[in-house]
């Protein structure tokens, strides 16, 4: 799907934390980041969309949230955990204590 | 009409008349039909084949809307191999940022779960410092091969010194212990690397020892959703047919040997796989077109009935991807092209 040039990443999230097949993914995607399915494989518009919630992009601007920090973006965005935002809380000291688990 | 520009298996190039072209899209699907008791394509399904393999673009692609996901083995195993001389972050970097990857997978040169278990502490810090600095989604992966436990490279008796003495049943013991052993290994490795952070773990190369590999992968599957129940494993097979080295191996109350890949992804499904990678060995003697009639015959009955995300090996040698260091991208995309949008696939 063309990866960080488009949505390729975040439908495999889907696939990989829910178990979603590939319709339904890029649909809980879409629907997500308020664009069309057709929409996930344009890597112009995806660039703009990743730019403005950065989700990350191939050619990040100076300030532009990087690596692990749009990693935090995507877990929000997607409503989905990430293990390693959630080990990074964690080590951190950012997980707030007694709260309840994430819905999935 | 003119001639129809295909290859061998092998790759070699060759040149097919239409009727000699539906012929071959006929005998591959009429072979894996009969050898995994399955239904061969239908005429409108070879119609759609003939009509990818016959066209006249050098690079073919699916249409607006059918694109995959696509995973990768052995990622950073692959760049060094090729003579790229970059450390193993570059390598998931260069797959993230120049390739476009919509996934990536950290691997060590010694691609198997045994000798890991012994330097997992110095992998452990390389995902976690990748993962800091890379965007998308990172799998861990290794192979069980359960080759690496018997003598002399392991602690057990070596099967295939066993068994032409007459010593079945002693044979069999060896491949039960292999099995134990396996397992823990592979949980040790796996649960080390999810909890630094990866977002998968791969299993790859299952089968690769006959039916005693394909169950300590199930196992272990098994053993590592019910530790971590958000865990996601893809399991990618060795080949098309469980070998039954063992013979006599159950999973669920289901014999392994002779296991085709509709029937093995059954079994995935069971044990808490995530993703299922099934493969179907190319057959270098016979034409792409009969190669690729057979593959897409094998994935359609595992893409009907799964339930999982269904990712089939598409690399050299598999999927009717010619045996060759360099896989010709005329028949690597058409190959692709038949698959996902015959098969109702998720990924390649």
């Known amino acids: 799907m063309g990866g960080m040039r488009a949505a390729g990443d975040l439908v495999a999230r889907l696939q990989m934390t829910r178990g979603m097949k590939i319709a339904e993914a890029k649909k809980y995607v879409a629907d997500r980041l308020k664009i069309s399915v057709a929409d996930l494989c344009d890597p112009v518009i995806m660039t703009e969309v990743r730019q403005d919630l950065q989700l990350g992009t191939m ?23 990430i293990n390693c935002v959630q080990r990074f809380r964690a080590k951190a000291g950012l997980l707030i204590p007694d709260s309840p688990p994430r819905t999935r | 009409m003119a001639k129809i520009f295909t290859r061998f298996g092998d790759g070699t190039p ?71 001389a970059v450390d193993r972050i570059q390598a998931l970097q260069i797959y ?34 990748a993962l800091l600095g890379t965007y998308i989604p990172l799998f861990y992966g290794a192979m069980p091969n359960l080759g690496l436990y018997s003598q002399p490279d392991g602690p057990f008796p070596n099967p295939a010194e066993l068994m032409p003495d007459g010593k079945i049943r002693e044979a069999q013991e060896s491949y039960e212990q292999t099995v134990a052993a396996a397992v823990r290994d592979i949980v040790a490795v796996a649960g080390a690397m999810h909890e630094s952070g990866a977002d998968g773990i791969n299993i790859d190369t299952v089968g690769a020892a006959g039916d005693a590999d394909f169950l300590a992968a199930l196992l272990a599957t098994q053993e590592l959703k019910k530790r971590y129940p958000d865990i996601c494993i893809e399991m990618g097979m060795a080949g098309e047919f469980v070998i039954g080295m063992h013979g006599g191996l159950t999973y669920d109350g289901v014999r392994l040997a002779g296991l085709y890949p509709h029937d093995q992804l059954k079994l995935a499904q069971k044990a808490g796989v995530t993703i299922f990678g099934p493969v179907v060995n190319t057959n270098t003697t016979e034409s792409s077109p009969w190669n690729l009639a057979r593959a897409a015959t094998f994935i359609k009955a595992a893409g009907e009935i799964a339930v999982i995300p269904l990712h089939p090996n598409m690399g050299m040698g598999v999927g009717a991807v010619p045996v060759n260091d360099h896989p010709p991208a005329d028949i690597v995309s058409r190959a692709s092209k038949a698959m996902v949008e015959i098969c109702r696939l998720d990924g390649l």
């Open chain 2, 96 to 129: 993230e940022k120049i390739l476009g990857a919509d996934t990536m997978e950290l691997c060590h040169v010694d691609y198997s779960f045994k000798p890991l278990k012994s330097i997992v502490t110095m992998e452990q810090p390389v995902l976690e410092q």
């Open chain 2, 14 to 84: 060759t040149e097919l008349s239409e009727a000699e072209l539906m012929q071959d899209l006929e005998a591959g699907t009429e072979d894996a039909a009969d050898r995994g008791k399955i239904p061969p394509l239908s005429k409108e399904e070879l119609k759609q084949l003939f009509d990818i393999v016959a066209s006249p673009c050098k690079f073919v692609s699916v249409d607006r809307g059918n694109e995959v996901i696509l995973t990768y083995d052995a990622a950073t195993l692959k760049i060094r191999r090729v003579g790229v």
């Open chain 1, 59 to 81: 050619s990040p601007q100076p300030g532009d949230a990087r690596g692990i920090e749009a990693k935090f973006r995507i877990a929000e965005a997607l409503g989905i955990d």
